[in-house]
C-alpha cells in the first residue's frame, strides 16, 4: 500500500479529500512525550482510514467531552476498527513514544486528566455491542454505553449493578468500580465482572479473570485505567427482581426541609439501608422561584406497598410526591422527576468535588443548604451546579470481602456526596474551586469515618492518593507492583495515576 506523508501545515487542504476518498493519506503529529525536537510520525499502513488530524471535519465530534474542565487535548484521533487494529496502534505509539488516551464514553472529568496534552485520542466506539450469553453472561464491548447495557440485559429479563446515568461508558465506569441502586444484591457493576480482555502498551493482547492474570484482574476493579485498555468485559446478570419493575417515588422539599431529610436518611442507613432500597437527593436551584430546591427520589425493585412505607417517612414534609412502577429500562430517563438525561449535557466546565459519608450531619447540611444557594444567587454563571447523595445498599459489596478487588471503600459507601460546580463562564471558576473544595472539606470533618474516602471515579486531584485506592499499606504494594509490571512506561497515567515507587504513596 502507498503511504503519504503529509506536513502539519497542508492537512487542512487535504481533510476534506481524506474524509470522502479511500486514498490511504495518514496525517503527521508532533511527538509530545519525546524529547527531541518535533516530527511527524507516520502510521502503519494497516491503520489508515482509521487516524485523522485536527481538520478532520469530525474531529471536534470523534473528541467531545463530557467535561471541559482541566480536560486533556488531542491533535489526532484513532478509531480502532477491532482488536488487531488496536493492537497495531499501541504497539505503533508505543514504539514512538507518543502520548495517547483511551474513550469510552468520554464522561470521565477527573482534572487529572489534564496532564495529557496534544495526544492521541483512541475513541473505541467502534466496539460498542452487548451481547446477552444462554448462560446468563453477557459481553459488554469498551464502546457500549450504561444506556446500551441496561437495554440489552434488561429486555433479556435479567440486570446487574449499573450506573444511573445512560450516557456513561459501562466499560469506563466498571474501572474504578462502578456504583448504582442494585449494589445491596449484587456488589459493585465491576463485583459482576468474571474475565476481561485487555491490550497493553506494547499491544499485547490478554485475559484476565480469577485463573489469568489474577493479580490484574484484581486491580483492573478499582484502579482498571492504569495498565492497559480493556475492550471487552465479561459480566454476570442475574434474573430480573421482581420481574423487572421498580417502584419510583420522587418528592419534592425546600430547603427548611433539609434537617428532616437528612436525619430519616440517617434513621434508614443506621444499621443499614435494606437491600433493596436506593435514594438520591438532588441539591439544585429551581429556575422558577431562585430559591434552593431538593428531590429524593426511591427506588425499590418490589411491590408498592412495600416501598410505600419508606415513602411515607418522607412525604409529610413534602411538597410534591410522584409515584411509578418502571421497566429497569425506564429508571434513567424516568426516575428523579427525569433530570437524569439533562446531566448528560457536555461542553461546560465541570469542577466536582466528592467523598463518602457513613451519615449526613444534619446542621452541616442545612448551613450547606444556605450557603449553596447564596452562592448560586450570588454567582448566576454558577446556578446549574448541583449537589447529590447517592445513598445505595452495601450488603452486595460487603459480602464479597474486602480484599475482594482494588476497590477500597466496602465498608465506607452509605453514602455518597457529589458536588457538581457547573460554569461556562471562566471568570467564576476560581470562586467555584474554592466553594466545593472548603465544603468537602467540611463534609469530611462530620462524615463519621476517620479518614477522607473518595470514589476514584468521583475523585478530584488534591486527595491523599489513598483516599482513592486505600490507606492499608499491602494494597499500595499490590497496585504499585502491577503498575510496574503492566504499564512500566507510564503510558496509561493520565487518571489517578497509580505510583511507580511506593514512598510515592500520599
Ligand atoms: C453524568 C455522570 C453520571 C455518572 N454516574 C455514575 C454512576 O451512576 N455510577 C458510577 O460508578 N459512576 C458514575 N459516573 C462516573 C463515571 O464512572 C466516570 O466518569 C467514568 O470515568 C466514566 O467512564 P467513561 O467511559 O464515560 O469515560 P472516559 O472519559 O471515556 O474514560 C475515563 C477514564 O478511563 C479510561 N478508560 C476508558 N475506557 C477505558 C478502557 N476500556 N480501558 C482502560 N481505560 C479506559 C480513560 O482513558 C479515562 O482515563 C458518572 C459520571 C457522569 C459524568
Ligand atoms: C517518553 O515520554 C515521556 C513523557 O513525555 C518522557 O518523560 C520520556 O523521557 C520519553 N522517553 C523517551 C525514551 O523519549
Ligand atoms: C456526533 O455526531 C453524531 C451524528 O450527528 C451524533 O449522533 C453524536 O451525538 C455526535 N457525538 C458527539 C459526542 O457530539
Ligand atoms: C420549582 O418551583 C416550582 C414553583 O414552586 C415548582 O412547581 C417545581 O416543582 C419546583 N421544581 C423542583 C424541581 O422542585
Ligand atoms: C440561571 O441563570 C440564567 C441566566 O440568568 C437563567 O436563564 C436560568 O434560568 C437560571 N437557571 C436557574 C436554574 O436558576
Ligand atoms: C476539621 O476539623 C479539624 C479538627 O477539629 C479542624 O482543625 C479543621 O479546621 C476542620 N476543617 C474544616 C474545613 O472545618
Ligand atoms: C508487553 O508488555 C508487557 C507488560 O509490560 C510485558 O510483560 C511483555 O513482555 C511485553 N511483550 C513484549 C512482546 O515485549
Known sequence: MVRFTIPQAVTALLA??????????????LDQRSASPPHSSVWPSALNGQVYGESWPE??????????????TFDEVFLPENENDLSLGLEYM????????ARSGGHGYSPTLQSIQDAVLINLENFNYVNVQDKGTVVVGTGAYFGDLIDTVGGAGRELTVGSCPCVGATGAMLGGGLGRLQGLYGLTSDALRSVRLALWNGTIIEASATQHPDLFWGIRGSGQNYGIVFESTYETWPATHGGIHYSADMTFAKSEIKQVTEIINSLTTPALEDKLALLVFLSLNATTNDLNMVVNIVYPGP???????????SPYSQSLQEHMLKWQQLPEKSVLGLIPLSCASGPRYDLYALNAKTLDPATWVEFGNEFESFMQKYPATNGSSVMIETFPVQGMQA?????SAFPHRD??????EMIGVYEDDSVGQEVDDFFRAWRDRFANTSGYDKLHVYQNYAHDDEPLSALYGYQDWRHERLTKL????????????????????????
Open 16 to 29: 476534506a479529500v481524506q474524509t470522502v476518498s479511500s486514498t490511504p493519506f495518514t496525517v503527521g503529529r
Open 59 to 72: 474531529f471536534a465530534n470523534k473528541t467531545k467531552r463530557w467535561s471541559s474542565y482541566r480536560a486533556p
Open 94 to 101: 508505543s514504539s514512538k513514544n507518543m502520548s495517547f488516551l
Open 304 to 314: 408498592e406497598e412495600e416501598a410505600r412505607k419508606y415513602t411515607k417517612l418522607f
Open 400 to 404: 464479597l470481602g474486602n480484599d475482594y
Open 412 to 417: 465506607y459507601f452509605e453514602n455518597v456526596i
Open 483 to 506: 503498575k510496574n509490571a503492566y504499564d512500566p512506561h507510564g503510558f496509561f497515567d493520565g487518571y489517578h495515576a497509580v505510583p511507580f515507587d511506593i514512598s510515592k504513596w500520599t
